[in-house]
């Protein structure tokens, strides 16, 4: 197919297939991932991920429902893995990408991937999470369109387009794990891309984007890097803020957007200014040295050059924190359902569990690892799930190796091993991330939509629950925490499974700031999740154990 995507209408049984759903549509895609040799940064040519010979990897374009189906071809010389990062993956971690659901694609071989993008819209984006892949490329965007039932708080668009922002190095993605394998933190970034590319500015540019004069156009901008946090803005145009990693936020509107590693936004930018070329800019923030990507944004039969003064980058955490805040739920618009995103009033809900996780940077044996609560994460032979699955999980991991409040030694010490954490079906859970280091965190909750209630400088205690919005925040999937502060998010664990709480920066996912939370199917119901697919890869000690017997109804 050549990652042509074609739409039917399936009815598959419960079985091989056990995710996708009768009367749902399906698309298909069919992916070969390969290196080849590029120069996204000017002069530097370097090995690079492709899919499908593309840099970044294609659009998926998906409907709130459809049933998604994609067919990797792992070409390159090492396991491969691809995770659709946002995608909640409804009773079914089996298809979510990460080393501790799933095994990996072996070399030279193929895996179809099989999930359902029910009951979300959005903006999203795929990446890697085996080794580094991440900063050698193999990403891409990932959007889920609403419904034509389903009223959206806005004019349909002449055009949505996916702008993809992220900082890069001119190493391989082999040379930077190289690094860190033998100890030593990565350097800062060579340069900022948008979409692959930064322009040179001599006049020679292809655009990245069309508009025509008077329409207005839709801007999925997600921050797809490996380090830095962006501020992203468009030459003498402003953008209206529509939608935040799948629900629709309060319209405002805002001259530039911090996009943190791993977030996406939605805007609306109308071309109501002279026709002609406009800069796209992305730059880091909280940065000694500010590296700067642009990309051209040229309106129809427009004459003449973008001009060569950029806008100016806001300074300060303080400026990103204030902006934070103004992020706010559309509370009366339907998102995949009928009824009103407000109707779910999670600021009533009782809590009953708090975890509170701090991050570190530490040293074991001599190299740099990174902690969460005393606990670096290392992905063992066998997938956590499949362990779990087959009966063997207290051969591979133990759940509480971490307590819910971090010890008093969390900064200075740690131990490596399996991170891994029991957690009640259907809980209402208080997650506190706590970072004293100097450098921003992102972190990225799969499985579950979460609220992410404040975020403070300082340290957490109970009494800051007084400050929390229990009203209106945006349900999303990523949060930061900015240095030597506190965040605090709320989520239900109503979805079965292994889930994989992470952060956004490859560098310390690779090196351990990362758990999983093990969400059991305690009523082994197909209700509450789908069996094992009868295609999934099996692994480490499970490889040739039979297979348990299936969950009942």
Known sequence: MSGMMHLLLLCLSLGTISVVHCGDPTIFFEWNVSHGTLSPLA?????????????????????????????????????????????????NSWQDGTPGTMCPIPAGTNFTYHFQVKDQIGSFIYYPTTAMHRAGGAFGGLRVN?????????????DDYTVLIGDWYKKSHIALKQQLDSGRTLARPDGVLINGKDAKGD???????????????????????????????????????????????????????????????????????????????????????????KGILRYENGKGPADSELPEAPEGWAWSLNQFRSFRWNLSSSAARPNPQGSYHYGRINITRTMKLVNAATQVDGKLRYSINGVSHVDPETPLKLAEYFGVGDKVFKTGSIKDDPPTDVDTKAVILPNVVGQAHRD???????????????????????????????????????NYNLLDVVSRHTIQVYPNSWAAIMTAFDNPGMWNIRSENPERRYLGQQLYVTVPNTARSIRDEYNMPDSALLCGIVKDLPRPPPYGK
């Open 203 to 293: 006049g020679k540019d292809e655009p990245l984007f069309t508009m025509k004069a008077g329409k207005t156009y839709k801007f999925r901008i997600c921050n797809i890097g490996v380090k830095s946090s962006l501020n992203f803005r468009i030459q003498e145009h402003w953008m209206m803020l529509v939608e935040m990693e799948g629900s629709h936020t309060v319209q405002n509107t805002y001259q530039s957007l911090d996009v943190h590693l791993g977030q996406c936004m939605a805007v609306l930018v109308t071309a109501d200014q002279t026709p002609k070329d406009y800069y796209m800019v992305a730059s880091t923030r909280f940065t000694k040295t500010v590296i700067t990507g």
């Open 428 to 466: 209402f859970v208080e997650i506190i991330f706590e970072n004293h280091e100097k450098s921003l965190q992102t972190w990225h909750v799969s499985g579950y939509a979460v609220f992410a209630v404040a975020i403070e400088p300082g340290a957490w205690t109970p009494e800051k629950r007084k």
């Open 146 to 158: 609403s419904r034509p039932l389903i009223p959206v708080p806005y004019d349909t668009p002449e």
């Open 43 to 91: 002069g530097s040519p370097q090995q690079v991920i492709l899919i499908n010979g593309q840099f970044p990897g294609p659009n998926i374009n998906s409907t709130t429902n459809n049933n998604v189906v994609v067919n990797v071809f792992n070409n390159l010389d090492e396991p491969f893995l691809l995770t659709w990062s946002g995608i909640q993956q409804r009773k």
